[in-house]
């Protein structure tokens, strides 16, 4: 079965695209192994990483440091990021928690 060619810029376009998705998927990889020996997952990582942040965040303002959790249990529940503790526990949604925002 021969290639399927769509010209020679965008022959090397979709080359490197791919040798980018393999890098990426690599790097991701080691990622989650790397985070995996601290016993947590990936998404708990990306919440203490953006709780220790002391520059300015561009994407999703932590108000005072603060964490927002909705789930499957129709509860919200505020937590203090810079102890772990929680705040609050808010009721009164009807049903799983999509997203929370501040």
């Known amino acids: 079965m021969s290639q399927r060619r769509y010209g020679k810029k965008n022959d090397r376009a979709l080359t490197l695209w791919v040798k980018l ?3 990426f998927a690599t790097f991701s990889k ?3 192994r790397d ?7 990936t998404a708990q990582f990306g919440a ?3 709780l220790g942040h002391l520059g300015p965040m561009t994407i999703g303002a932590l108000c005072r440091k603060q ?3 909705g789930g499957f249990d129709s509860t919200t529940k505020v937590w203090n990021g810079a102890t772990g503790q929680e705040i609050a526990i808010l009721y009164g949604a009807t049903g799983m928690i999509r997203g929370v925002n501040f």
């Open 30 to 32: 080691a990622a989650d």
């Open 48 to 50: 203490l990483e953006c």
């Open 35 to 41: 985070i995996e020996r601290y016993g947590l997952t």
């Open 21 to 23: 998705a393999r890098a």
């Open 67 to 69: 964490l927002v959790s």
